[in-house]
């Protein structure tokens, strides 16, 4: 089974091959009213030498996407989101703050893709997952108090303590699966039906497709309609 690292990148490349309108209609799709994108790129920032970045960055504008992609593997800790992960991201937020770089986004939300839309690839999530807004793009609501919780023994979270409670009560963190990635590029094909690079979105939408294989193992699990946490 391929690893999940190489399994994001090659969902970072597949998406790099777009342009900004397909980027931005695509995540527009599969988010939902509760986020629209305009002009879309995927971008990399070297951040910090010891820095968990996820694996892929979209930026739009001033806002920065980032995703983070899990994969069914053998392991159970090789597909869990952590919470402890949620805190770290939240940690990219606090750092542009203390850059004062007029180009650096100033907006930032977290998209995790998983390979089901069950409770289980949330890790720990009755600690610190409180609902999702199916309606909503699939929009996680957080206790940011009991997520910190499970970056009390980091010492940069210790740091920045009170930025970070007050980022992971406003950022915006979104639960979708790979299906539901490949399903809303799929949705633009028919605004593109005359467009002369027709064959090419074809392909690269094919790619998404063999990409949400790949991340759900093969395994046939269920990927539609994302359920309430708490069942």
Known sequence: MLREATITTQLAGTLAAFPPAWLAGGFSNLLGRSQR?????????????????PDLLILDNKHLL??????????????????KQVIRYALLPVYRQQLQDVDLPTEFSLLILAPGDWRDWLGQHSDWVTG??????????INPAKCMEFGANNRR??????EVLSI???ISIYYRTWRQLADAFTLLLDLHRE???????ERLIGELNLLEMKGIGQAGYGSGSLRPLDG
Not at 157 to 162: G, H, I
Not at 195 to 201: E, I, K, R
């Open 168 to 170: 992971l009560g406003s």
């Open 195 to 201: 467009d002369p690079y027709t064959h090419h979105w």
């Open 132 to 141: 999702v807004d199916e309606a909503g793009g699939g929009r996680v609501a």
């Open 37 to 53: 994108f305009n002009d879309c790129r995927v971008v990399k920032y070297v951040i910090e030498p010891n820095f968990l970045e």
């Open 66 to 83: 980032m995703v983070e992609g899990k994969t069914h593997n053998r392991g159970k800790e090789s597909y869990q989101f952590p919470p």
């Open 157 to 162: 979270v210790a740091r920045y303590r009170t």
